[in-house]
């Protein structure tokens, strides 16, 4: 089964909005990362914190994390086309096992 | 680019028949990973490699197996192919496996009528 689940599976909004997506998951983890793809093209490497970080910024990306709640957020600030995408997290469980585990991702359209 | 090279691009087959699909991992990464995608689902894992040697596994079928070679290239063969095997196979390499960042290959994708 998939470790991590995000929200809502679908999100549509205005160039210059914010969008937020949410993941959750089941198990302890070492390190939570965010992907990006494009229609039908591979991941692209987001952004990765670490378990004992709660929040991280990348330009125009901020990352919460909540291993209370076992949940993370991503949220791209002022949206642009270009950032239509299917969004993933992926965990790495502390298992030693190195099983990088996806959720079912959140498709993001933006609107110019 | 991600530096991660997979091949073929396009794959069409028949029920029953058996394929092999490649990949070469970025420069200096000693990981590789394969994961399948449904249309419009999440990615499966399927199997993790490091070194030469297999390190993880997941929901890989008994009709599919993987090697990755002293080059550090990698092969998954899927065989008995069913209808429902169409799909986004994805290979992903890393330096590691704990925390590197995985690249992605463009994938392969597999029709299997």
């Known amino acids: 089964s998939q470790q991590g689940e995000e929200d809502p599976q679908a999100l549509s909004i205005q160039e210059g909005e914010n969008a937020t997506m949410n993941c959750s998951y089941k198990?302890?983890?070492?390190?939570l990362q965010w992907y990006r793809q494009n229609s039908g093209r591979g991941l692209v490497h987001l952004i990765l914190?670490?378990?004992?970080?709660r929040e991280k910024h990348s330009g125009r990306l901020r990352v919460t994390l909540d291993t209370s709640k076992k949940s993370s957020s991503l949220l791209i600030t002022a949206s642009r086309a270009a950032d239509t995408a299917s969004y993933f997290c992926?965990?790495?469980?502390?298992?030693?096992?190195?099983?990088?585990?996806f959720g079912t991702g959140t498709r993001l359209k933006v609107l110019a | 680019d991600s530096g991660v090279t997979q091949t073929p691009k396009h794959l069409i087959t028949a029920t029953g028949q058996r394929v092999t699909l490649r990949c070469s991992p970025r420069?200096?990464?000693?990981?590789v990973y394969w994961y399948q995608q449904s249309l419009d689902q999440g990615l499966q894992f399927l199997i993790q490699?490091?070194?030469?040697?297999?390190?993880a596994k997941g929901n890989i079928l008994e009709r599919f197996s993987a090697q990755q070679f002293p080059d550090l290239h990698s092969e998954l063969n899927l065989s008995s192919l069913e209808l429902g095997d169409s799909a986004l196979y994805f290979c992903?390499?890393?330096?590691?496996?704990?925390?590197?960042?995985?690249?992605f290959g463009n994938g392969t994708r597999l029709t299997v009528t």
């Open positions: 992926a965990t790495l469980d502390t298992s030693g096992t190195y099983k990088y585990i």
């Open positions: 490699y490091y070194n030469g040697e297999e390190r």
């Open positions: 420069s200096g990464d000693l990981s």
């Open positions: 198990t302890s983890i070492n390190n």
């Open positions: 992903a390499s890393s330096v590691t496996g704990a925390e590197s960042p995985l690249h």
């Open positions: 914190i670490r378990s004992n970080e």
